[in-house]
């Protein structure tokens, strides 16, 4: 199975995490797991003022902080995984991986780190909207 792990950082993706480590067997022995990260995209002005290299390692930083723990989690787990990260919108930065990528599943906390007390946070409201790929929540 080709799963699609989108992550943020937050107490949603630690939950995620559990429950991923409680239902490993739902996945099948060796899931292929692509472990993505969205960065907010820098302003179009301000981002024109910064070299493209300069821009990369900025995304790339802030990424790898997020990634990091989770891609220790998933070698501890025997998964096959891959970092991902894009600049942009959440929502429209996931959509457009699991649309390119061939995912069986998305899997994705149901909100990240504002929640406002609303059922379903706004990028995963977003993703459920853009998407064909299958969604898995975890609240």
């Known amino acids: ?44 002005g301000l981002g024109s003022a910064v070299s493209e290299p300069s821009l990369h390692d900025y995304y790339a930083g802030i990424a790898n902080e997020v990634l990091a723990p989770v891609m220790r989690f998933a070698e501890a787990h025997g998964w096959h995984a891959q970092p991902r990260h894009g600049p942009g919108r959440p929502a429209d930065v996931i959509a457009g991986l699991a649309g390119n990528g061939g995912h069986d599943l998305i899997i994705m906390g149901t909100h990240g780190h504002s929640d406002l007390g609303v059922p379903l946070g706004s990028t995963a409201e977003r993703v459920l909207a853009l998407c064909d790929t299958p969604v898995l929540l975890v609240n």
């Open 1 to 44: 199975m080709k799963i699609l792990l989108a992550i943020d950082g937050s107490a949603y993706t630690g939950r995620m995490l559990d429950y991923l480590a409680a239902h490993a067997e739902t996945f099948g022995p060796e899931p292929d797991v692509t472990v993505m990260t969205a960065v907010e995209a820098l302003p179009p």
